[in-house]
């Protein structure tokens, strides 16, 4: 998991709070925004999110897959829900 749940002090009055995620600090995360036109690819450029721009550039330097942030080896569809913590959605049975 990319988080853990921390709990959050109860005052006494009203509902008990949710426990709060905390992000683990290890985590690096970058994104790659894509710039369009008229529905045409413009221009790409990318945002270090999570860590220091030093340490994600070692992190690419260091893979034999890549060398630019790019989104060739990033899940779509269940996985990525499962990973994130969230329940499946379930098929209807059609009757």
Sequence with gaps: MYSTQEAVPYKVRGRKPHPKRVVDPKLKYAQLIKHREGGKLVKTSTRIVLGD??????????????????????????????????????????S
């Excluded at 340490?55 to 034999?64: F, K, T, V």
């Design 53 to 94: 721009e030093l340490e994600i550039l070692g992190i690419l330097d260091a893979s034999s897959c890549s060398s630019t942030i790019c989104t060739s080896f990033v899940e779509t569809g269940p996985p990525v829900r499962s990973q994130w913590g969230f329940p499946q959605r379930q098929q209807a049975a059609n």
